[in-house]
Structure formats: structure tokens, C-alpha cells
């Protein structure tokens, strides 16, 4: 049994009419067309729908029990062709810690899905790059290089490393900022999956002892029970105010980038509307 909602509308449109004449000059088609698309449906569901009479034409048994069917198809079909065009794409953007930190409100509040074509969605993920290679995000921020050739990325902006301690430190907790050198005198946690520290900040010197985390609350529990400490990009401190940790400035270490990253080859107009507004907030610093 086949059939298609072109038959079915014509169908409902001659049996509403009482005549395939009229029904033709309703659907703006040959009444031939219109007797050969009754015709199909009928071989399909092997069963006559109309009988023609000297004034016109009227359902028969079956087709008055499939008229009302009918209906309710064709409500439902209209209904999702409304919907699919009045629906605006979503581009979805994941981030493992912080967004674009304290432009982040102002990214969303000034998101026009009018220029744009799309509405923005920002996601918390567990990692970026499974994120992208799952297709559950269209784009992500990221504060480190993609490791996986298949993604391609720019840099939005940079923003200031900052360290993260407990509040009740006694030598921190009056400092305005701190030096690597400091801070390789205490045991460092970090996020091997989505963090931007490593050994590698300290460029050769003394290198401080380091924990994992798996998260960024956990990375933030750590901290607070005075476990460790901790190094992050700025964001970190707008997205993750937590009691019991304070953040303070590095003075001797080079900003982090934000990238932004997405699968080769699909960078469309909203990624370029969102790489445009976000590079204009970092270069203005609101």
C-alpha cells in the first residue's frame, strides 16, 4: 500500500468540492490530473474513494471512512511545513570550563539570530574535541591548540593566566599577584583532558608538584581544601566564583589564546558571525 500526501490532498480537495472539476480549479490543475492522481491513490489502497455522479461526484463506504484519516494527515503534514519554515538554525558552540568569560553575557545579549541567521547556544561539555567529533556541538572554545587534524580553528582573543588559591591563605592572601617561582613551591592541580597548565610554563626551571583533577568542580574542591593550587585563563574566574577561592593575577607569564574550533570544512556564516563579534569584544575589553 502506497500512497503520498498529493494524493491524499487531492482526495480531500474533490470529495470537499463534490466535483473533480471544481476540485481542479481548487488545486490549479487539468481535471485529467486530477482524475489520474484519484485513480493512482485508488489502485494504492485497492478501493474506490469516489463514485461519479450526473451532478458531480461523492465518497463512497471507503472513502468516507478514510476522509477524516486523510484530514488529520494532511493537518500534521502543514503543520511541520509551517514549523520547518519558520524555524531558525541553532549554532550550537561547547565549552569545557568558561565560555568567553565576562563577554559572555554581552555576547548572547547582543546576538541578532536576524543578522546572523541562527540562534546561539552555548553548551558545557565535558571535552571540546569529543564534543565536535560526536556532532553534538557545531563549534567550541577552546584555550588550547586542537590536538586532531580534522578541526580547524582562530583565535578569538587573549586573556590573562590567573592562580587560584584558597581564601584563608596566609602567605597569598593579601598578594595582588603572584610569580611562577611562587607558585612552583606549591603543588599545582590541574586538568589533563581541557587545561592549558603543564610543566612547560615554567620553560626549564623548577617545575612544582601536580595532582589531577577531572573536572572543574573538583579542580575547584581541590583548591579550596588548600590541597593545591591552581593556574587558569581569566574566564575561569567569572564563570567559577566559588566560596573559599580567591584569584590573583601571574606577573610573569604569557596570556592564553581562545579559540575558537570547529570540523574542517564546515565553518558557515554563523561561525563567522560568531568569530567577528567575539574578536570585537576582546578587542575592545567589554
Known sequence: MEWTLRELRCF?????????????ARLFVS?????????????????????????????????????????????????????????????RVGYAWAALGVHTARLLRDWSPADTGSDLELVRVETAEASLLEQRCDAAIMRRPPS???????????????????????????????SLTEIAERTVVIDVR???????????????????????????????AGRGVGITAEATS???????????GISDVEPVPVLLVWRRGERGPAIDALVGRARSLYASGS
Open 31 to 91: 481535471q485529467a490530473a486530477v482524475s489520474r492522481t484519484i485513480a493512482g491513490l485508488e489502485r494504492g489502497l485497492g478501493a474506490q474513494l469516489l463514485r461519479r455522479l450526473p451532478s458531480g461526484c461523492t465518497p463512497t463506504p471507503a472513502g468516507w471512512e478514510l476522509l477524516p484519516a486523510a484530514r488529520r494527515v494532511l493537518a500534521e503534514a502543514d503543520r511541520f511545513t509551517e514549523f520547518a519554515g519558520s524555524r531558525r538554525e541553532v549554532l
Open 238 to 248: 567569572h564563570h567559577h566564583r566559588r566560596d573559599g577561592v580567591r584569584y590573583r
Open 194 to 224: 581541557s587545561g592549558t597548565t603543564d610543566a612547560g610554563l615554567w620553560a626549564g626551571n623548577a617545575a612544582p608538584a601536580f595532582i589531577e583533577s577531572n573536572s572543574v568542580d573538583q579542580w575547584l574542591d581541590l583548591i579550596a
Open 148 to 178: 586532531d587534524p580534522v578541526f580547524e580553528s582562530t583565535v578569538l582573543g587573549h586573556e590573562r593566566r590567573v592562580v587560584a588559591f584558597a581564601e584563608d591563605d596566609a602567605g597569598w592572601g593579601r598578594r595582588r599577584q603572584l
Open 12 to 24: 480531500v480537495t474533490v470529495a470537499d468540492a463534490g466535483s473533480f472539476t471544481e476540485g481542479a
